[in-house]
């Protein structure tokens, strides 16, 4: 019975040690990513005239989003209604996808 309750005892220290690892990699690697953001996005985007890779460093944003408003801004200049398709942060709440939420969470990354 001895060895049973030995085992079993090295079987859940060994799972606990494994555990605990997984859980500050977790942490460490999600630190480390809203690290980059935070200094990717020390200079601010400017939506007018940004790439898509660009634009995909706003939070909220990934490759359909940041296509949609390179079109719209396109289609905005090519409409005669001047160079800046975004004047402030309202404006991206005309590009088809992009919603007041999604807004207010890119707004203080955007420079215009």
Same mark, same amino acid.
Request: with cysteine.
């Given at each position: 019975?001895?060895? &049973?309750? +030995? ?5 859940? =220290? /060994? +799972? !606990?040690v494994?555990?605990? %690892?997984?859980?500050a990699?977790?942490?460490?690697? !999600?630190?480390s990513? !809203?690290?980059t953001? $935070?200094?990717? +996005?020390?200079?601010? &985007?400017?939506? $007018?005239?940004a790439? !898509?890779?660009?634009?995909? %460093? %706003? ?9 949609? &408003? ?8 090519? =409409? @005669?209604? @001047?160079? +800046?398709a ?10 088809? @996808? ?6 207010? $969470?890119? /707004?203080?990354? %955007?420079?215009?």
């Amino acid at each position: 019975m001895n060895r &049973i309750q +030995l085992f079993a005892f090295v079987i859940a =220290s /060994c +799972l !606990a040690v494994v555990f605990c %690892l997984c859980f500050a990699m977790g942490s460490v690697v !999600a630190d480390s990513r !809203a690290t980059t953001i $935070n200094i990717e +996005l020390e200079s601010r &985007i400017n939506p $007018n005239n940004a790439s !898509a890779a660009g634009l995909m %460093l %706003l939070p909220g944003v990934g490759p359909a989003r940041a296509q949609a &408003i390179i079109s719209y801004r396109e289609r905005f200049r090519q =409409s @005669g209604r @001047g160079d +800046l398709a975004f004047r402030n942060c309202g404006d991206l709440d005309n590009v088809k @996808g992009i919603g007041p939420v999604t807004v207010g $969470n890119m /707004c203080k990354y %955007l420079k215009f």
